[in-house]
T-cell receptor
Framework: QQQVKQSPQSLIVQKGGISIINCAYE??????FPWYQQFPGKGPALLIA?????SEKKEGRFTISFNKSAKQFSLHIMDSQPGDSATYFC???????????FGGGTRLMVKP | GAVVSQHPSWVICKSGTSVKIECRSL??????MFWYRQFPKQSLMLMAT?????????EQGVEKDKFLINHASLTLSTLTVTSAHPEDSSFYIC???????????FGEGSRLTVL
C-alpha cells in the first residue's frame, strides 16, 4: 500500500518559472513531512521539512504548503534554475528522524 | 553538516557471491540506521531498521537471511547481500539518525551490480 502519493511523475519547467510538486498521504499518524532532492547516482539530500502545526514554510526559493484537512502538501520552487533539475521526493514519518515513507518521486527538468 | 559515509560507492560481483556494504556516521553517534533500496527510476523502499546492539527490524517482503544487517557500534552498520543474484542489482542507501539531535542524514548510496 502506497501511503504517500506524489505527482506529477515528471515535470518540465522553463528557467525562472515555478515548479510545483504535490503529495498526498493516508496515515494520519504522520507528523513530519520532508522533501528531498536527489541527483543521479547520489543519495537524497534534505531540502525542507514541515510539521502539521503550520500551513506554510519557506526557505529561500523553496516553499512547502501543507493542508492538514486534505492530507496534502506541496513543494513550490520559485525562480527555477537548470541546476534544480533533479528528482524530488516527498516523504512522511511519525516524528522527525524516524523511518520515512517516500512518495514515488518527480523528475524535474528546468530548461534554460 | 553531519556526514554519512557509505563504502563501497559501487561494486560489481558475480552471481552467488556475497557483498558487504558499510554505512558510517562520521561525526555523530547513531543508535538507529535505516537501509533503503532504490531501483532505477523508482523511489526509495525501506528494507530494514538497524539498531545498535540488537537485531534489525525488516520490512515485509525483505528476506532477513539474504540481507544481513549488523549494527555493532554507534557509528557503523553493515548490510551484507548473501548469495547475490542479478535481481539484487540496485542502489542501496543508508540513513543514520543522530542519537542526540534526532536529525536524519543520508549516505551517498552504494551501487551494486551482480553479473
Amino acid at each position: 500500500q502506497q501511503q504517500v502519493k506524489q505527482s506529477p511523475q515528471s515535470l518540465i519547467v522553463q528557467k525562472g518559472g515555478i515548479s510545483i510538486i504535490n503529495c498526498a498521504y493516508e496515515n494520519t499518524a504522520f507528523d513530519y513531512f520532508p522533501w528531498y532532492q536527489q541527483f543521479p547516482g547520489k543519495g537524497p539530500a534534505l531540502l525542507i521539512a514541515i510539521r502539521p502545526d503550520v500551513s506554510e514554510k519557506k526557505e529561500g526559493r523553496f516553499t512547502i504548503s501543507f493542508n492538514k484537512s486534505a492530507k496534502q502538501f506541496s513543494l513550490h520552487i520559485m525562480d527555477s534554475q537548470p541546476g534544480d533539475s533533479a528528482t524530488y521526493f516527498c516523504a512522511a514519518s511519525r516524528g522527525a528522524g524516524n523511518m520515512l515513507t517516500f512518495g514515488g518521486g518527480t523528475r524535474l527538468m528546468v530548461k534554460p | 553538516g553531519a556526514v554519512v559515509s557509505q563504502h563501497p560507492s559501487w561494486v560489481i560481483c558475480k552471481s552467488g557471491t556475497s557483498v558487504k556494504i558499510e554505512c558510517r556516521s562520521l561525526d555523530f553517534q547513531a543508535t538507529t540506521m535505516f537501509w533503503y533500496r532504490q531501483f532505477p527510476k523508482q523511489s526509495l523502499m525501506l528494507m530494514a531498521t538497524s539498531n545498535e546492539g540488537s537485531k534489525a527490524t525488516y520490512e515485509q517482503g525483505v528476506e532477513k537471511d539474504k540481507f544481513l544487517i549488523n549494527h555493532a557500534s554507534l557509528t557503523l552498520s553493515t548490510l551484507t547481500v548473501t548469495s547475490a543474484h542479478p535481481e539484487d542489482s540496485s542502489f542501496y542507501i543508508c540513513s543514520a539518525k543522530d542519537s542526540y539531535t534526532g536529525e536524519l542524514f543520508f549516505g551517498e548510496g552504494s551501487r551494486l551490480t551482480v553479473l
